[in-house]
């Protein structure tokens, strides 16, 4: 059974930190180009960051995050992590990891991130 796992979302104050992680199992993690999407109430997906396969993984992120996050993934442990620094009331939203290869796109179940004073 596929499972994307997100936790370590919550409540910050502007200009605070949050590390969310996306604990994955059941697919070939080091296989799949693994994202960060994320969606406030009431509006559409948002492509926060993306990190390929490989030893490296090049990283991609928006201009709306650029130089504030942080894509990373641990291939030992299936686990993907966004660093967020500097964060904004802009920046809450619902964020949720996708895993994709091929034909095949995986999707957790999001994590809640808020951030307000």
């Known amino acids: 059974e596929v499972q994307l796992v997100e936790s370590g979302g919550g409540l910050v104050q502007p200009g605070g930190s949050l590390r969310p992680s996306c604990a994955t199992s059941?697919?070939?993690?080091?296989?799949?180009?693994m994202s960060w999407v994320r969606q406030v109430s009431g509006k559409g997906l948002e492509w926060v960051a993306q990190?390929?396969?490989?030893?490296?993984?090049?990283?991609t992120y928006a201009d709306s995050v650029k130089g504030r996050f942080t894509i990373s993934r641990d291939t030992a442990k299936n686990t993907l992590y966004l660093q967020m620094n500097s964060l904004k009331p802009e920046d809450t939203a619902v964020y949720y990891c996708?895993?994709?290869?091929?034909?095949?796109?995986?999707w957790g179940q999001g994590t809640q991130v808020t951030v307000s004073s």
């Open positions: 059941g697919f070939a993690f080091s296989l799949y180009a």
């Open positions: 996708v895993g994709t290869w091929a034909q095949y796109v995986y």
């Open positions: 990190i390929n396969t490989g030893g490296i993984g090049a990283t």
